[in-house]
């Protein structure tokens, strides 16, 4: 059975980790302040959920999901993750994040971070314009007409094809952005973030996408 990994257990880790047991994924999940602190999650999401610290969510994944706060980047164990396929839902606030000069000047992009941080480990951008409460609440199986579409975007195309089967599996359309450097398509205030679309909604919405906002 394949584990996720969920460094991070806020308003996307708690939903992802809600959907991936549903999905017959084994869990384990982990914050800033200690496994203790989600035993109520960990008893709602039964017993293919455990909670446990960064690291040992990140040494347990088969896949990891990485969902803190962006400034909290820095935080996040590298060696554990080595080899591994890590999705990204981070987006940059910099009224939270701090001003990141890269970002502001468009020199880089968030996910593009995480994978300078995380070298050998193979980073897929997932969730991020999504409101959490979606995830449970709005997903629909394939061929629904109601069904929502997401955009992914990694350098390692098994990273993005695994973000694909995932958002088939909890009940979104996939659109693949392409490389991290072009995942700028789909961060905060683009004209996809955040909103309603089936997948060619999404597909135009990320072509008209400015570079800077
Ligand atoms: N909220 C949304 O609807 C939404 C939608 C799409 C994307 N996002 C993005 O996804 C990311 C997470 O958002 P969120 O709303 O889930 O955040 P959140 O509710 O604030 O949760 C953040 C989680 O990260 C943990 N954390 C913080 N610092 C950490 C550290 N240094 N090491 C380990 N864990 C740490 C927190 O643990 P403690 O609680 O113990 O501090 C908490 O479990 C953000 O970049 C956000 O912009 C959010």
Do not use: C
């Not at 040494?59 to 080899?83: C, R």
């Not at 996910?111 to 409101?131: C, D, E, W, Y």
């Not at 975007?153 to 599996?169: G, N, Q, R, T």
Request: net charge negative.
């Amino acid at each position: 059975m394949t584990t996720i990994g969920i460094i991070g257990a806020g308003n996307i880790g708690s939903q992802v980790a809600r959907k991936a047991v549903e999905s017959g994924y084994d869990v384990v999940i982990s914050n800033s302040r200690g496994p203790e602190t989600l035993a109520d999650l960990v008893a709602e999401l039964g017993p293919k959920a455990t909670a446990g610290t960064s690291v040992q969510a990140a040494e347990a994944a088969d896949i990891a999901v990485v969902t803190v706060p962006l400034k909290a980047l820095g935080d996040v164990p590298v060696e554990p993750l080595a080899g591994k396929i890590v999705i990204d839902t981070n987006n940059y606030y910099f009224e939270r994040d701090g001003h990141i000069l890269a970002l502001d000047e468009g020199t880089t992009t968030v996910s593009g971070m995480l994978q300078a941080h995380l070298p050998t480990s193979r980073v897929a951008k997932g969730f991020n314009h999504i409101m959490a409460t979606d995830i449970t609440e709005d997903s629909f199986p394939a061929g629904d007409p109601k069904r929502r579409a997401l955009a992914t975007s990694s350098d390692f195309a098994d990273a993005s094809d695994f973000v694909a089967k995932l958002y088939d599996e909890f009940g979104f359309d996939t659109v693949n952005i392409g490389p991290l450097s072009d995942s700028w398509r789909v961060e905060r205030d683009r004209p996809a973030y955040v909103i309603r679309q089936n997948m060619s909604e999404l597909v135009a919405n990320l072509a008209k996408a400015p570079r800077t906002v």
